[in-house]
């Protein structure tokens, strides 16, 4: 059974799990009923999980009907992908001369707090389980928090919110699942790619922090269509 705390939070997860490891395919219908009997639950955190998988373009929620799994195609994540590498880009090289000081230390703290959820991951005995419900909300937070400082310092606001809505559109921190079990890749994308942006932006060096936040989203983008390939994600 599901614990009490953050009920409906630890159900989207577990569904969301799920969708994107092929063990609820498209088309799937998810019974109120079933899921409640599966997690123990009453259906009220059932609804609440549905509609946040909704939210995430996962399942399509109707009325008197229940959910049924619904994926993006896989033309529209790479459509999503190609945006957000360009607009993250030009927001970074933005922030590269308005950041403030502050804004800085901020971008660092995110980093720190990023990098101790990885190595903490990854120096775990062989033998302990991972918690990947706890360690997926640590990593999206600690990583959202250094996009977000980047995406305010540019100091253009239409462009954060097209960068936000960009990223809604598709759970972005599932892409750890493709690399969980690659210590050297996990580092990578999250200790070394992340610090090479804010090496930039400290330096001022516009074009330098464009290349290395572009590169960073692209990079993301193409392990994870790579990993839902491999699990058929579309069928």
């Known amino acids: 059974m599901v614990e009490a705390s953050g009920l409906a939070e630890e159900i989207a997860y577990r569904l969301r799990a799920d969708i994107l490891d092929g063990k609820l395919p498209l088309g ?3 019974r109120h009923e079933d899921l409640a009997e599966r997690f123990g639950v009453s259906r009220t955190p059932i609804r609440e999980a549905l509609r946040q998988l909704q939210a995430l373009n996962l399942v399509d929620v109707r009325t008197n009907r229940g959910a049924t799994v619904r994926v993006p195609t896989r033309a529209e994540l790479v459509e999503v992908y190609e945006l957000r590498a360009n607009l993250e880009g030009f927001a970074c090289q ?3 001369s308005r950041a403030t000081s502050a804004d800085l230390d901020e971008l660092e703290r995110a980093q720190a707090q990023l990098h101790g959820a990885v190595e ?3 120096s775990r005995p062989a033998d302990t389980p991972l918690d990947e419900s706890e360690f997926d909300a640590r990593l999206a937070d600690a990583n959202g ?3 977000a400082v980047v995406h305010r310092a540019s100091g253009n606001r239409r462009l954060h919110d097209s960068i936000l809505d960009l990223q809604r559109f598709f759970p972005r921190d599932s892409v750890w699942r493709a690399i969980a079990h690659d210590r050297e890749t996990m580092r990578q994308m999250n200790i070394h790619e992340h610090e090479a942006i804010a090496a930039a932006l400290r330096a001022r060096a516009g074009s330098a922090s464009s290349k290395a936040m572009r590169d960073h989203v692209q ?3 193409e392990i994870l269509l790579g990993y839902l390939d491999n699990q058929r994600f579309w069928g």
């Open 145 to 147: 928090a250094f996009h």
């Open 28 to 30: 799937s219908r998810l």
């Open 120 to 122: 903490a991951a990854l």
């Open 219 to 221: 990079a993301a983008g």
């Open 94 to 96: 933005l922030a590269a």
